[in-house]
């Protein structure tokens, strides 16, 4: 890990709160990954941008980090600060408009738009996300994105519309260029409170019956004009494991975590799944997931 006098020094000359040598696992849905050098939690927007300003002017790796639901930390940790954004909270509705911010977690936006009769994010129900998460991975399910009802954000960098957001299938420009969302503007839909409320348990009943209990980050790889679960099962993988980590025999696209699992079981397994699928099917898969810290010395960020 890096020397923590430097974050401690951060810390307190910003006057945020931090961790050193922290756990990441308690923060991600696979509950596994070693600790990252320094854990920021700011409590204001102001706070985060000062915050990135400063990690960026003295060339010090960081990474934001929301909810933790589709993300694998090393075992090895990560050699760096993480910016949580868990404590910027607040939900605002005017009309058909509702904005939150990052920390704000989707059930959250979900039930405020019930009660406003404002709907059209029902299809999320059930995700364990974050606003600012989901928004940068593009968070979705059955054929919708949480970018289709995304009116603007508000990045480190600046304000970002709808279309210069750069939505794509799980990603996004806050994503790719590191730019922390603080709070997103949701143009949604007038609904009926009851027609709205069967939706959600419509759509929370169906993801209970295809998904899997267990430790898990949802989908590990991309429907990329396939779907992945299909040729997974296809090619006889539900049920293969390595170590405390096997592939789930309900979904052959979700890969649970057993007590005892590791990081290093769950990227292993990932690089057997996409070896047979390769050479059974000439697919190659792409991960959804995303990795945090160094795996066989390869940092993915």
Do not use: W
């Amino acid at each position: 890990m890096k020397d923590n006098g430097v974050y401690a020094e951060i810390s307190e000359k910003l006057g945020v709160k931090a961790r050193y040598n922290a756990s990441l696992a308690s923060m991600c849905s696979y509950g596994t990954g070693g600790n990252a050098s320094a854990i920021f939690y700011p409590e204001s927007e102001d706070a985060v941008r000062l915050l990135d300003r400063t990690l960026r002017e003295r060339n010090l790796p960081f990474v934001y980090l929301g909810g933790g639901t589709n993300v694998l930390v090393s075992d090895n940790g990560y050699f760096g600060a993480v910016i949580s954004t868990s404590d910027l909270k607040g939900i605002t509705v005017n009309g058909k408009i509702l904005t939150a911010k990052a920390g704000d977690k989707i059930s959250d936006i979900m039930t405020s738009a019930l009660y406003n009769s404002l709907g059209g994010i029902e299809f999320l129900s059930g995700i364990p996300a974050s606003v600012g998460g989901a928004v940068a991975m593009n968070a979705g399910c059955f054929g919708k994105s949480v970018g289709d009802y995304v009116s603007y954000v508000v990045a480190v960098s600046g304000i970002y519309p709808a279309g210069e957001c750069g939505f794509g299938y799980r990603t996004s420009r806050f994503l790719t260029e590191n730019d922390g969302v603080l709070s997103v503007c949701f143009n949604l839909d007038n609904a009926e409170y009851e027609q709205s409320e069967n939706k959600i348990t419509y759509f929370t009943a169906m993801r209970r019956r295809k998904q899997p209990i267990g430790k898990s980050a949802g989908s590990v790889f991309k429907n990329d004009g396939y779907f992945a679960g299909k040729v997974i099962e296809s090619c006889d993988l539900k049920g293969l494991s390595e170590g405390n980590a096997f592939v789930s025999e309900k979904h052959a696209n979700f890969i649970i975590a057993k007590n005892g699992a590791t990081s290093t079981d769950i990227r292993r397994l990932i690089e057997k799944i996409k070896a047979a699928v390769k050479e059974k099917r000439n697919v190659e898969l792409v991960e959804e997931i995303r990795y945090l810290g160094e795996f066989e010395n390869e940092d993915k960020f």
